[in-house]
């Protein structure tokens, strides 16, 4: 069976920083690809940033690019999303998510998902 977990979530006034974390685990479960969504009220779901492959290549939404920062410590099976600059447009509940598939971006190719954790930028 495999659990996505994601912690770190929280208050932060604006230009502050969080770092979240992810664990996907699994008896044999090693994804390929391990993303970070996000969803505010009343708005889609929407990709924030991904890690994938052997060599860990990271991949941004473009506006993201530069404030946040994805990385993996693969002795702890955990990615990180490490959020600078916050904005209260960030403001969002965070979700990490794992695929199988590598170098995706679309929520479909992700097949296992997280609670989700609350982000709270204050103005």
């Known amino acids: 069976q495999v659990q996505v977990v994601e912690s770190g979530g929280g208050l932060v006034e604006a230009g502050g920083s969080l770092r979240l974390s992810c664990v996907a685990s699994?008896?044999?479960?090693?994804?390929?690809?391990v993303g970070w969504f996000r969803q505010a009220t009343g708005k889609e779901r929407e990709f924030v940033a991904a890690?994938?492959?052997?060599?860990?290549?990271?991949d941004y939404t473009h506006s993201l690019r530069g404030r946040f920062i994805i990385s993996r410590d693969a002795a702890k099976n955990t990615v990180y999303l490490q959020m600078n600059s916050l904005k209260p447009e960030d403001t969002a509940v965070y979700y990490c998510?794992?695929?199988?598939?590598?170098?995706?971006?679309?929520?479909?190719?992700?097949?296992?998902w997280g609670q989700g954790t609350q982000v709270i930028v204050s103005s």
């Open positions: 998510a794992a695929s199988t598939r590598v170098g995706v971006r679309t929520s479909s190719n992700y097949g296992y």
């Open positions: 699994g008896r044999t479960f090693r994804p390929a690809t």
């Open positions: 890690i994938t492959g052997s060599r860990s290549s990271t």
